[in-house]
């Protein structure tokens, strides 16, 4: 009998590493079952279906060391920085450093909302980078939004990176709504150098009627930048939650979104602006688990030099869910003839009284319009820019909430005007 030996990379040995070290000071079973569901696939590669555009096993060498908790020094660093930064939008800010919650250094959050700092734990989804991020995340906080509490001004998390050299941080988050409550939520990624690899999750839970605005900004410059929700909405709960990419090397936008109630509604979108080497990859799972659910997807891209985007959204009808109505979009605008765009929508229904669709595009700005415009008066630079706004705007103003659509669009304005000068 010839026993199997596994080929365990340097990163996936680094990790066993770290984790049996976090075990000696910190075990823990429930943690312990989610290494072992990441070390039984290993990091993922392009033979992994979901990953199929992100082999992230060959672009991650090695892992970098685990940043250790932020010390008081470390915090008022913090607070010397983030007494120069402006802020996102209105409403109460908290800070996490390194990964972790500090409380001195938020905002007092409104009445309704309560915070707890605590183990968070998920519904089991089937992907190696969520169980790594519970075997190794830090207790994090729980931000809990009372029954038919309304609130007027969006909640800001800001994920505050460190200043150190080369470092992995692992955050995790629960924003759980009762009962027919009202929030919305900004989550900004700030501050991250080529040498950190960032692993975030964020849970997401719906009662009955709640409604819940979530939008992720991932701005700064970290070499590795995965991100992953998880989502559960209970009867006619709705969530409208957008991501906007600018930065990183690669980043990886996972969403996974469970409609178990009926008449839930969901509608996820995006904007990845991406040039020089970047990669940014954004992959959806949206299963209707109950009758009458609605769900929309609508994503685009900017992409410019050699960078290179990736969409792949599945949309999943459970025998369950008759009456679902589900329509997917994805889009992408190519600025350089080395760009490229992968894009991959798929359904699986398994119900018989559904409407559903998806549609995907890739193409280059229309010469014709950009003729148009010049022959207007207006640069060839500007005609450009001024089409791309158009583009990427229509998929932030889908958000329907001023507070959030005009720092997004600001955004967007301040990337295309460091494109404009090209030709």
């Known amino acids: 009998m010839t026993a199997h030996v596994v080929n365990r990379s340097a990163a996936e040995r680094t990790l066993a590493g770290q984790f049996a070290e976090h075990e000696r000071r910190e075990p823990s079973p429930v943690r312990a079952a989610a290494f072992a569901r990441f070390a039984a696939a290993g990091l993922p590669t392009r033979r992994v279906e979901a990953w199929h555009y992100t082999d992230l096993r060959a672009s991650m060498a090695d892992a970098a060391p685990i940043l250790p908790a932020p010390t008081r020094a470390d915090s008022e660093a913090a607070r010397r920085r983030l007494a120069g930064r402006e802020r996102f939008t209105a409403g109460a800010q908290l800070v996490l450093l390194g990964g972790r919650f500090i409380a001195e250094l938020s905002d007092r959050v409104p009445a309704g909302v309560s915070i707890a700092e605590k183990p968070i734990a998920a519904k089991t989804v089937d992907d190696p980078l969520a169980a790594l991020n519970e075997a190794l995340s830090p207790t994090g906080p729980t931000i809990s939004v009372a029954r038919e509490a309304k609130l007027p001004e969006p909640i800001t998390l800001l994920h505050l990176a460190d200043e150190a050299s080369s470092y992995a941080v692992y955050s995790r988050t629960a924003i759980a709504l009762d009962a027919r409550a009202q929030a919305s939520f900004v989550e900004i990624f700030d501050g991250a150098h080529a040498g950190v690899q960032r692993h975030a999750a964020t849970i997401v839970t719906l009662a009955d ?24 909405l209970a009867k006619t709960a709705e969530l409208a939650a957008f991501g906007l990419v600018s930065g990183g090397e690669l980043t990886r936008r996972q969403i996974f979104v469970r409609m178990i109630g009926d008449q839930a509604k969901v509608s996820l979108g995006g904007l990845a602006l991406i040039e020089g080497v970047r ?37 999943i009808v459970e025998r369950a869910a008759q009456k679902t109505d589900g329509a997917m979009k994805s889009q992408a605008i190519l600025l350089s003839p080395r ?52 583009f990427g705007g229509e998929s932030i103003d889908r958000i329907e909430d001023e507070l959030l659509v005009g720092p997004l669009r600001a955004r967007l304005a301040a990337w295309l005007g460091t494109r404009k000068a090209k030709p």
């Open 209 to 232: 009627g709640a409604r819940a605005r979530h939008v992720a900004v991932v701005g700064d410059e970290p070499g590795l930048h995965l991100e992953t929700q998880i989502c559960e």
């Open 279 to 315: 990669r940014a990859d954004t992959t959806l799972q949206v299963v209707h688990g109950a009758p009458g659910g609605t769900s929309r997807e609508f994503y685009r891209a900017i992409v410019d030099d050699d960078a290179v985007g990736v969409f792949q959204g599945k949309v």
């Open 339 to 390: 760009a490229q765009m992968n894009e991959k929508p798929e359904l699986e229904i398994f119900a018989d009284d559904v409407a559903c669709g998806h549609g995907a595009t890739v193409a280059s700005l229309d010469p014709e319009q950009v003729f148009y415009l010049e022959s207007r008066g207006i640069s060839n630079g500007d005609a450009k820019a001024m089409l791309l706004e158009a």
